[in-house]
Every structure is written in C-alpha cells, then in structure tokens.
C-alpha cells in the first residue's frame, strides 16, 4: 500500500513536472532575491526599459511539450519568479509567440532588470493612469485573429454576457458596475480570468482561440495598458 502511493505520488510530480513550461535563465549578474510577494514589473515588446536600468540576464519560457499552465499571466508569472531570483525587479519582454497550431501555449522572452526606484515608480504610474473625471471603466475588447478563426464565442462579465467574440474583432464597452468579478467565455471547455473593476481605469482584454480536443478553447488575457492600447489599435484596422 505504502510503495503504491509514493509511485503514485512520484507519478503526479513527474506529470505536474511535464505540464510546466519550459524555463531557460541566462543570469550574469545577481542580488539578493527579491520575496516572492514583491511585484515585478513588465515592460511589454516595443517598450523601452529606462537608460538607467541595469540588466542581470535573460529568461525564456517555452513549452516543454506536454504544457498546459502557458497562458500569456502564467508565463509571466514564471518569468517573474526567475527575476526575483536574481534580484530583479522588471522583466522587459524581448520576443513574444502566441498560440498557434504548432503549439497550444504563449512563449516569450525576455530581459531580467533591475531599476531604480524613481524610474520604476515614473513606469508604474505611466501603466495605471486613472481618469478622475469618469463614473465607469472601459474594457477594451479584441481578437486580432490566429487559431480557431471560424470560432466564435460569447464573453460574459459576471453573469452578464457582454459581447460576441468573433475573429478580427474590437469593441470598447463602458462598465458601471465596481469591485472584483470574473470574465469568462466557453466552447468545448470554459475559460475563467479575475478582473477587478474600478471607475476611470482602462482594462484590455485580448481573446483568442486555443487549440483544443475538438475546437478550441477559448483564450482570456488581461494585458497591460500599452501593449493592450497598441494591439486594440491594431485590431480595429483589421477588423474595418
């Protein structure tokens, strides 16, 4: 009994193990690590990193093959986790490849930094500017196109749907409604992701379509307010 739950103890590590992403660091140059509650910031691709920030290395995150936690927050998380490591308190995304038919998961890049307080503090306040003279958020919805692109699929807010998803699409819709909620959408399996609503603020929504057993699944992010604003631009030109 004992030998047959450490086997199939040892058997859910190593599927666990095989679901995980790929990680690769490249650190030359370490501090103390940061604790893991500390946040880290990411500089999105075509962003610049402030001159004064000091580079410690490189981290890619890729899939191992079997990989299903590869969704764009889950890869940066696992590139944040290795930034701590090092002592780094921003990450600055240097190559990005969403999901396609060869692989259902987001890969990316990236450049491990460390930054000053005052530059870090001027990068944080640029990604959540508030607007005081509005009662309502915005989301910002789109798909600019990829996998699945036949597949349509409703987005609901709480228990409300909000839209309809459909390929090459953007839409701006005003929230009146505050305080944390989830949005979902469902095809062949539902997808979940938190937002917490809060008036004046911009929120950016890229969908998609992963590939699944059958038709896909759909696919949820929460981006940050300038690759979100850069990629929603890019989603009404192709959706005209």
């Known amino acids: 009994m004992q030998k047959s739950l450490l086997l199939s103890g040892y058997l859910l590590l190593l599927f666990a193990a095989a679901c995980a992403p790929k990680v ?13 509650k500390e946040a880290v910031l990411v500089i999105e691709l075509q962003d610049k990193a402030p001159e004064s920030a000091e580079s410690l290395g490189t981290v890619k995150i890729g899939d191992a093959g079997m990989s299903v936690q590869c969704s764009y927050a889950q890869v940066l998380e696992k590139a944040k986790e290795e930034a701590r490591k090092a002592g780094g308190n921003a990450i600055r995304i240097t190559a990005h490849k969403t999901p396609d038919f060869m692989s259902s998961c987001h890969r990316i890049s990236a450049e491990v930094l460390r930054i000053d307080a005052a530059a870090l503090a001027a990068l944080k306040a640029d990604n959540e500017e508030v607007d005081p003279g509005i009662d309502y958020a915005v989301l910002y919805v789109y798909r600019t196109g990829g996998a699945g ?3 349509n699929y409703n987005l609901s807010l709480g228990d409300s749907v909000i839209c ?3 390929n090459r699409f953007s839409q701006a819709i005003k929230i009146y409604k505050q305080g944390p909620t989830e949005l979902s959408a469902k095809t062949e399996a539902k997808s979940v992701i938190p ?4 008036k004046g603020r911009s929120y950016y929504v890229r969908c998609s379509v992963i590939p699944g057993i059958t038709i896909g699944r759909p696919g949820l992010e929460l981006m940050s307010k300038k690759a979100g604003s850069r990629e929603y631009e890019l989603a009404k030109t192709k959706s005209k």
């Open 24 to 36: 690769r660091t490249n650190v030359t140059q370490k501090y103390e690590p940061l604790d893991y």
């Open 149 to 151: 692109m036949i597949i």
């Open 164 to 166: 309809r998803v459909t």
């Open 195 to 198: 937002i917490d609503i809060q």
